[in-house]
T-cell receptor, first 113, second 110 residues
């Protein structure tokens, strides 16, 4: 069974640009969550999508947005990139997003110059 | 506001001994708790979980203990092996969201 796939693995951008990250969940998983991990911080919750609808949202500015497609694949977009956006972005999927383990991808390492 | 805290950034243990990783939380509404392990350049992988209605759950060398009155969660690894060297995250769930700690880096010394 294929795991969660995130693309690209590495990305370098400059301030002011925008970026789109992609996540393909495990087959049959309808919940996809996004997290930001920075040094010294835990995984900070960005948002969760379920059946193409954003169901939950963390405390991040509106520059961070996402969407989910009918096949459960999800994309995350960050506009007007700032130096502080440099981080590892992780995607996690589960069957329905409730109290069950999430399965994580290996992340996209985003570096802002 | 960090609702889930791992106060020890790192821990070193001799191979064969017990590793104890700790986690504290502040929100009494958390009803499900998990531990994840993370190797460099990989995503976190699920280790073990526990529901708030239990106080202990075992899976092989891994045991999770939950003390709800103290709002404290711990992971015991017995015996510790060099392959257990990784960063361990605790996480807690309430209603609609998972909250993660900042991680503890475990080094098992051969």
């Amino acid at each position: 069974k294929a795991g969660v796939t995130q693309t690209p693995r590495y990305l370098i951008k400059t301030r002011g640009q925008q970026v789109t990250l992609s996540c393909s969940p495990i087959s049959g998983h309808r919940s996809v969550s996004w997290y930001q991990q920075t040094p010294g911080q835990g995984l900070q919750f960005l948002f969760e999508y379920f059946s193409e609808t954003q169901r939950n949202k963390g405390n991040f500015p509106g520059r961070f947005s996402g969407r989910q497609f009918s096949n459960s694949r999800s994309e995350m977009n960050v506009s007007t990139l700032e130096l502080g956006d440099s981080a590892l972005y992780l995607c996690a999927s589960s069957v329905d997003g409730r109290n069950q383990p999430q399965h994580f991808g290996d992340g996209t390492r985003l570096s802002i110059l | 506001d960090q609702q889930v805290k791992q106060n020890s950034p790192s821990l070193s243990v001799q191979e064969g001994r017990i590793s104890i990783l700790n986690c504290d939380y502040t929100n009494s509404m958390f009803d499900y708790f998990l531990w994840y392990k993370k190797y460099p350049a990989e995503g976190p992988t699920f280790l073990i979980s526990i529901s708030s209605i239990k106080d202990k759950n075992e899976d092989g060398r891994f045991t999770v203990f939950l003390n709800k009155s103290a709002k404290h969660l711990s992971l015991h690894i017995v015996p510790s092996q060099p392959g257990d060297s990784a960063v361990y995250f605790c996480a807690a769930y309430t209603g609609n969201q998972f909250y993660f700690g900042t991680g503890t880096s475990l080094t098992v010394i051969p």
